[in-house]
């Protein structure tokens, strides 16, 4: 199967199932595309990828919840995951989600300050760093 991408991001390989979403490369980061629901039973499918990205050195990782209709505490619990083991490994760490819905669940659950979400990927990658592993 081959893909096209256009000149300012490069796919990679991973191990996140094509109905979940995609993973690739833009601008030196990592980007994790998350598509459709995620709950418990999409989550186990999309942790390997997450945890795949988050692995080696200083990892810079970008979620995009964009194409994301619904999040329940599992899909929650892999934000706050990958966010910690980002920034146990003195990465950086963005979130992109403009979902209503979505974002009164990170307020209700008092993570929308912590994740400093923006709403669209080219947001992520014009927004100045967020703080590192001592702010949060």
Same mark, same amino acid.
């Given at each position: ?9 490069? !796919? ?9 979403? %995609?993973?690739? +490369? +833009? /601008? /030196? $980061? @990592? ?7 995620? *709950?418990?039973? @999409? ?20 979620? *995009? ?9 599992? /899909?929650? @619990?892999?934000?706050? $995951?990958? %966010?910690?083991?980002? =920034?146990? +490994?003195?990465? $950086? !760490?963005? =979130?992109? #989600? ?5 974002? $009164? ?10 994740? #400093?979400?923006?709403? @669209?990927?080219?947001?992520? !990658? +014009? ?10």
């Amino acid at each position: 199967m081959t893909q096209t991408s256009a000149p300012t991001e490069s !796919f990679v390989q991973a191990p996140l199932p094509e109905p979940c979403g %995609r993973v690739y +490369r +833009r /601008g /030196g $980061r @990592t980007v994790v595309a998350l598509r459709d629901e995620i *709950d418990l039973a @999409t989550a186990a499918l999309i942790a390997p990828a997450l945890d795949g990205a988050t692995a080696d050195g200083s990892p810079q990782l970008v979620v *995009d919840l964009t194409e994301v209709s619904f999040l329940d505490c599992s /899909g929650l @619990t892999l934000l706050c $995951r990958a %966010r910690r083991r980002v =920034l146990d +490994r003195d990465g $950086r !760490f963005w =979130l992109v #989600c403009g979902c209503p819905r979505i974002l $009164r669940l990170l307020r209700a659950g008092r993570l929308h300050d912590l994740f #400093c979400p923006v709403a @669209t990927p080219d947001e992520a !990658f +014009r927004a100045p760093e967020p703080a590192g592993p001592a702010a949060s």
